[in-house]
């Protein structure tokens, strides 16, 4: 899922957009940006103004209004927006524009529905990580340790096979280095780097910009001794993955958008995007289990009823699993774990909701707005999975239910994602009960959100007992 979480303090509100000459200063509190908007918008409205330092942004608020404007404004709210100060490419997907993003993106999603998204031949390679991840948690006969690690670098294999063509051992140096690099990266994305961005003469004091750009150094490096081992094993008859079908664009010598730099930037962006949304998600989910072990026991039962002895859930078992399907949705909507979307821009003045927001504003989709909407959820600050459930137990799809974004720019993994998320989650309560440490008791669990680039879970352990 590729997305930005503006993780800096909220330091002042306009009542209105600047045209109204009406404003309101707010000074900052304890609340992260989110949990600040979403309040601000029950007293101004679903559209209205923050200041970043000297840097003004409009926020929509609220499930129709972010719809109104990513679906039925998509052309005027479809660029995305550039940092001046720290944006480190235009190229690749997440950050390009105009017809080069066209041209990535609709290349991205030609390529990964060529290796398998969607079908029978990615759902095997899943299937296999989720064997992997198995046997891992089995090493451990139900005491506690901590799934972080282990979690990401089964989703990130995922992306590797897709990407490269293979997948790697868990302690595989090489896998272990990139996954390293991308990580801190995530890491340190926020806040010190947006700040750099909102104060940018604080620039020398941002040892986290300094860092994220030494990374991105030496994964360039690192990447590019990748495709250089690709392009000298090259094959037209025998495309192993993205890298490959890439460089037969370039062979082709038809695009020059086809070039090493968004050769780089679309396999760092899909990496990304395809490794911690979903990880932090399973994380969550686990977690939420131990705090709820009725809801896990239900899942379970129902898998009983479903999946034979000895077996895994494949993707055909999900329409015959109804609350499993609903407790991942809410899962999703629960830890919200992208709050914000990616921040868009305003290619040219644009009238909305009766406001002009002139050309070049940034614009920020408030997603937790919308998974949180009390018009649309019954209980929205509960984990509740029966708001995917009809009163006979069916799942049902909700239209606020918009963790991948929507429009446009949506994110370009999402079929990939739902299938890792429940091929993931289904097939590690399939074989473990999830329980707390020793001494520890599920209302000690904290549902509190670590922010990061995206909102994980505090740090804990998990004890992964056997389920007989």
């Known amino acids: 899922m590729l997305a930005t979480d503006s993780c800096c303090s909220l330091v002042a509100l306009q009542q209105h957009l600047e045209t109204s000459g009406r404003a309101r200063r707010l000074l900052s509190g304890e609340k992260p940006p989110r949990v600040a908007s979403a309040s601000l918008s029950k007293i101004y409205g679903n559209v209205f103004t923050v200041h970043f330092g000297p840097r003004k942004a409009v926020v929509l608020a609220g499930y129709e209004t972010i719809k109104d404007a990513l679906s039925n404004h998509a052309e005027e709210f479809g660029e995305r927006f550039v940092y001046v100060h720290y944006t480190l490419t235009t ?93 801190e990266n995530t890491n340190k994305t926020s806040p010190a780097p947006q700040l750099y961005n909102f104060y940018p003469s604080l620039g020398f004091l941002s040892g986290a910009s300094k860092t994220v750009l030494q990374n991105v150094s030496e994964l360039n490096a690192f990447l590019q001794k990748l495709f250089q081992e690709h392009k000298e094993e090259f094959n037209e008859n025998n495309l192993t993955g993205f890298v490959d079908a890439f460089l037969m664009k370039q ?56 999946i034979e002895p000895g077996e ?77 459930l009809d009163d006979n137990g069916n799942f049902i799809r909700r239209e606020a239910f918009i963790p991948f974004s929507i429009g446009r720019r949506a994110c370009v993994g999402e079929g990939l ?20 440490p020793p001494g520890v008791d599920k209302s000690d669990l904290d549902l509190t959100a670590d922010v990061g680039f995206t909102l994980n879970p505090m740090p804990h352990l998990v004890c992964a007992v056997p389920y007989e």
Request: charged share 20%.
């Open 251 to 306: 062979q082709q010598k038809t695009h020059t958008m086809f070039n090493s730099g968004n050769l780089l930037f679309s396999t760092l962006d899909l990496f990304a995007a395809g490794t911690e949304t979903t990880s932090t998600t399973v994380r969550w989910g686990l977690l939420l289990m131990m705090k709820y072990p009725e809801i896990q026991s239900k899942i379970q039962e129902e898998m009983n009823h479903v």
């Open 91 to 183: 190229e690749g997907i997440a950050f390009s524009h105009g017809e080069l993003w066209k041209t990535m993106r609709r290349f991205t999603l030609s390529t990964l529905r060529d290796f398998g998204m969607g079908r029978r031949t990615i759902e095997i390679r899943i299937l296999e990580e989720v064997n992997s991840l198995i046997r891992y948690f089995e090493s451990y006969h139900g005491k506690p340790f901590d799934t972080k690690m282990i979690l990401n670098n089964a989703v990130s294999n995922v992306i590797c096979s897709i990407l490269f063509g293979e997948r790697f051992e868990y302690d595989d140096p090489v896998f272990l280095k990139l996954l390293k690099l991308i990580n």
């Open 417 to 436: 994602a739902k299938m890792e998320l429940f091929l993931f989650f289904a097939g590690l309560l399939r074989r473990f009960v999830f329980q707390p």
């Open 312 to 388: 895994l859930p494949k993707l055909e078992d999900r329409k015959k699993m109804p609350y499993t399907d609903a407790v991942i949705h809410e899962i999703q909507r629960f830890a919200n774990i992208v709050p914000m979307s990616v921040s868009r821009s305003t290619p040219t003045d644009v009238n909305f909701q009766g406001y002009v927001i002139p050309k070049g504003t940034e614009i920020i989709p408030l997603l937790t707005s919308a998974l949180n909407d009390e018009l649309h959820w019954k209980t929205p600050d509960q984990f509740n999975p029966s708001h995917f």
